[in-house]
C-alpha cells in the first residue's frame, strides 16, 4: 500500500517520478505527490488530491525542475485523503522532505514530544512525525541526515519504507525499510556517472536498469552524485550490497491493446501458466521438478502436517491447495488467514511446514503469521510471484509462479498460477511420500499438462460473457455456489464481482443453502453455480432444483456436452472436461469475465476499485 518512487542522476527527475507514480498507483491512489531539489536550489513539494493525473495537472505552471527527487501515491491509513495529509512531507524548517510507506504505531507518543519541543504539524499523518523527528535529531545530536535518520529510527516502533531529502544537500538521496518493500536501481548514464532509483516495487524501474538491491529490513541507504552506495543497519554496521538482475519485462507493464490490465491478465492466463509449469511438468518423463524442494524433500516427506497462510484471493487458492495435497498426499493441511494466525498463539510443531501463499508477497499479515511460524521452528515454504519480495525472502525455500507482473487490484493470473504451483506442490510430495498409484500419478501430470489449452479454449468459447453481463447491472446481491474443490471458486468469483463491481456476493458450499442462505432466494437473486460433470454432479443438480423451485435465476459453469443442469439454467458458461481437482483453474474463467464485465457496465473503475490497493503492506 502506498508507492514510492525517488530518482537521483543527470536527468530531470519530474518525469521519471511522474512515469513510476503511475505504475505503482496500483498500490494507492487517494492522493499522490513529488518533491524535487530545483535548479535554484529550492526543496519544492506539490502534492494533489485523487490520482496521479491530479497531480500533473495542478504543478502545470510549478518549477518541476531537478535532476533529484522523491515521490508517492498513497492509500490513506492516517489521516482523511487530502492534499494536506499526501506526500512528500516538509519538516518543520522545510529542509527536508519525506515520503513515507507503512505505519508508524508509536507516532502519537513522539507527535506530543515534538510539539513539547515546539514542533508544529500540518496534518494528521504519521509521516509528518518521522520527517519532523529525523530534523528534531539533526538538531539535537548536531548530526548529518544520515545519522539523524538512523537515530530517529531507533525509536519508531511500527513498518516504513521511507525515502527523504535535504535542501542543503541536492546530491544525496537517502532511504530505509523496514516491514514494507523498497528497492534500489543501479544505472549509469551514457557518460558512465551513477544514476539512482527507488521504487517500491521493480515496476518504475524497469526501464532504466534492470540491476536492483532489495533493501532489508532495519537497512538505510545513502547514494550520492558521485557514485557512492553504501548501506548500513540500525546499529551502525555496514551492509555489502548485493545486486540482483530484474526478470521483467516492459510490455508486462502495459495494457497491450486491452482496455484494462484486468482483462489482459485473464487473457494471459494460458500462457501465463505455460510459463509456469515450463521446466517444471514433465510430459514425456512424467515428473514433476521443483527446485525449491529437491534439497528439502525430507522436510515434505517427514511432516506433521502443513498450514498455509494466505489473505484474499491467495487464501482461496490455498484451499483448493488443501485440497488437493490431502487428497494426493494424505496429510493433512490447515488452511489458515494470516490476519487470526498471527494474532492467536497457534500450535506450531517444529515438524510443520507452513507455506505461505502470496502474490506481491508484501502482505503485512501474511509475512507476520510466517515470522511467527519461523519463531517456532516450522519450515517455512513460500509461494510468491514477486520475484525478491519479502516474503520469498523471509521463507526457507519456495517457489516463484513466474505468471508475470500482475497489475490489476483484482487478482486473476496469480490466483490461478497459485493453484497450478500448489497442484505441482502436490505432486511433488506424493511422490516424495509415496502416497498416488503410478497410473494416477501419471494421468494427473498428464492432465494438468493440458490446462493452459484448456484455459484458452475456456476464453474462446465465453467471449459473449461481455453482453450477457449487461442484463446484471441492476443486481444488489449475488450468490455464488461450488461443491468440494469449487467451493472455493464460488469464493474468488464472490470475491471479484464484490471488489470491482462493488455488488454485494456470497460464496457458500452449496449444501449448506438449507441451512440459512436459502432463505434470500427470490426471483430478483442470481445465483451462479459451479457444476462440472466432474465431482458430485448430483448433488449439485439437487441443490439447484431447490434454488430453482424459490424462483432464483440460474447461472451455471457446466462442463462441455452437459445438459441436465444447462436445461435448468437461465444461462450457462461452459468449460472443457478435467480431473476434478483442476476445474477450478477453467470453473474460475468465467466468473472473473463476469464480473469484469458487469463491473465495466455499471462504469466501474476495475483497475484501481475504491477503497483497495494492490498490495497490502499495512495490518
Ligand atoms: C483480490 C485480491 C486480494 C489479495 C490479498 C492477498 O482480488 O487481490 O484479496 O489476494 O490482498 O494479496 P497477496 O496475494 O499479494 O498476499
Known amino acids: 500500500m502506498c508507492g514510492i518512487v525517488g530518482y537521483l542522476g543527470d536527468q530531470q527527475a519530474y518525469p521519471i517520478l511522474i512515469k513510476g507514480l503511475h505504475r505503482l498507483e496500483y498500490r494507492g491512489y487517494d492522493s499522490a505527490g513529488v518533491s524535487m531539489i530545483s535548479q535554484s536550489g529550492e526543496l519544492n513539494v506539490y502534492k494533489a488530491k485523487g490520482k496521479v493525473v491530479a497531480l500533473e495537472e495542478s504543478v502545470k505552471n510549478d518549477d518541476i525542475s531537478g535532476t533529484i527527487g522523491i515521490a508517492h501515491t498513497r492509500w490513506a491509513t492516517h489521516g482523511e485523503p487530502n492534499a494536506t495529509n499526501a506526500h512528500p512531507h516538509y519538516s518543520q524548517s522545510k529542509n527536508l522532505s519525506l515520503v513515507h510507506n507503512g505505519i508508524i504505531e508509536n507516532y502519537k507518543t513522539l507527535r506530543t514530544e515534538l510539539e513539547s519541543r515546539g514542533y508544529t504539524f500540518c496534518s494528521e499523518t504519521d509521516t509528518e512525525v518521522l520527517v519532523q523527528l529525523v530534523e528534531c535529531m539533526m538538531d539535537t545530536h548536531k548530526s548529518d541526515l544520515f545519522?539523524?535518520?538512523?537515530?530517529?529510527l531507533k525509536s519508531v516502533v511500527g513498518a516504513y519504507?521511507?525515502?527523504?531529502?535535504?535542501?542543503?544537500?541536492?546530491?544525496?538521496?537517502?532511504?530505509?525499510?523496514?516491514?514494507s518493500?523498497?528497492?534500489?536501481?543501479?544505472?549509469?548514464?551514457?557518460?558512465?556517472?551513477?544514476?539512482?532509483?527507488?521504487?517500491?516495487?521493480?515496476?518504475?524501474?524497469?526501464?532504466?536498469?534492470?540491476?536492483?538491491?532489495?533493501?532489508n529490513d532495519e537497512e538505510i541507504a545513502i547514494m550520492d552524485r558521485k557514485g557512492r552506495l553504501d548501506i548500513v543497519n540500525l546499529q551502525n554496521v555496514q551492509q555489502t550490497p548485493h545486486l540482483h538482475t530484474l526478470q521483467m519485462n516492459l510490455d508486462q507493464l502495459e495494457k497491450g491493446g486491452f482496455p484494462h490490465f484486468m482483462l489482459k491478465e485473464i487473457w494471459e492466463q494460458p500462457n501465463a501458466l505455460r510459463t509456469c509449469i515450463r521446466g517444471r511438468l514433465n510430459k514425456e518423463q512424467k515428473d514433476v521438478i521443483l527446485s525449491g524442494i529437491i534439497d528439502n524433500k525430507e522436510k515434505f516427506k517427514n511432516c506433521r502436517r502443513?498450514?498455509?497462510?494466505a489473505c484474499g484471493t491467495s487464501w482461496h487458492s490455498a484451499l483448493i491447495g488443501k485440497y488437493f495435497i490431502e487428497e494426493a498426499c494424505q496429510i493433512p493441511v490447515e488452511v489458515e488467514y494470516a490476519s487470526e494466525f498471527r494474532y492467536r498463539n497457534p500450535v506450531i510443531f517444529e515438524d510443520d511446514v507452513v507455506i505461505a501463499v502470496s502474490q506481491s508477497g508484501e502482505t503485512a499479515d501474511t509475512l507476520a503469521a510466517i515470522q511467527l511460524a519461523k519463531s517456532k521452528g516450522a519450515f517455512l515454504y513460500g509461494i510468491c510471484n514477486v520475484i525478491g519480495s519479502s516474503i520469498a525472502r523471509a521463507t526457507d525455500s519456495g517457489t516463484y509462479l513466474h505468471v508475470g507482473a500482475e497489475i490489476g487490484v483484482a487478482s486473476t493470473k496469480a490466483f490461478t498460477g497459485q493453484v497450478i504451483t500448489l497442484s505441482l506442490l502436490g505432486l511433488v510430495i506424493a511422490k516424495v511420500r509415496n502416497t498416488l498409484s503410478d497410473d494416477m500419478y501419471n494421468m494427473l501430470v498428464d492432465e494438468l499438462f493440458m490446462i493452459p489449452d484448456k484455459m484458452q479454449w475456456?476464453?474462446?468459447?465465453?467471449?459473449?460473457?461481455?453482453?450477457?453481463?449487461?442484463?446484471?447491472?441492476?443486481?444488489?446481491?449475488?450468490?455464488?455456489?461450488?461443491?468440494?474443490?469449487?467451493?472455493?471458486?464460488?469464493?474468488e468469483g464472490a470475491l471479484k464481482l464484490k471488489e470491482i463491481s462493488y455488488i454485494h456476493a456470497e460464496g457458500y458450499p452449496a449444501a449448506e443453502m438449507k441451512h440459512g442462505p436459502i432463505a434470500l432466494i427470490d426471483e430478483e437473486m442470481p445465483v451462479v453455480v459451479i457444476a462440472p460433470r466432474q465431482g458430485m454432479y448430483d448433488k449439485v443438480v439437487s441443490n439447484i432444483q431447490e434454488i430453482k423451485s424459490r424462483n432464483g435465476k440460474i447461472?451455471?459453469?457446466?462442463?462441455?456436452?452437459?445438459?441436465?443442469?444447462?436445461?435448468?439454467?437461465?444461462?450457462?458458461?461452459?468449460?472443457?472436461?478435467?480431473?476434478?481437482?483442476?476445474?477450478?483453474?477453467?470453473?474460475?474463467?468465467?466468473?472473473?469475465?463476469?464480473?469484469?464485465?458487469?463491473?465495466?457496465?455499471?462504469?466501474r473503475n476495475v483497475d484501481q476499485p475504491r477503497n483497495l490497493a494492490k498490495s497490502v503492506t499495512v495490518e
Open 181 to 215: 518493500p523498497l528497492i534500489i536501481g543501479v544505472g549509469k548514464n551514457e557518460n558512465g556517472n551513477a544514476e539512482y532509483y527507488l521504487g517500491s516495487d521493480a515496476t518504475p524501474i524497469v526501464e532504466y536498469t534492470n540491476q536492483v538491491i532489495y533493501l
Open 555 to 603: 447461472i451455471s459453469v457446466v462442463t462441455e456436452g452437459d445438459t441436465i443442469v444447462k436445461e435448468m439454467s437461465d444461462y450457462s458458461f461452459v468449460i472443457p472436461d478435467t480431473r476434478d481437482c483442476f476445474v477450478p483453474m477453467l470453473a474460475v474463467i468465467p466468473l472473473q469475465l463476469l464480473s469484469y464485465y458487469v463491473a465495466t457496465a455499471k462504469g
Open 458 to 491: 475456456t476464453l474462446e468459447n465465453n467471449k459473449n460473457i461481455d453482453e450477457f453481463a449487461q442484463k446484471f447491472t441492476y443486481c444488489k446481491n449475488f450468490i455464488y455456489l461450488g461443491r468440494g474443490y469449487n467451493y472455493p471458486v464460488a469464493l
Open 147 to 152: 545519522t539523524a535518520v538512523q537515530f530517529a
Open 306 to 309: 502443513i498450514i498455509i497462510c
Open 161 to 179: 519504507a521511507i525515502a527523504i531529502l535535504e535542501k542543503s544537500n541536492p546530491d544525496q538521496l537517502i532511504c530505509a525499510r523496514k516491514g
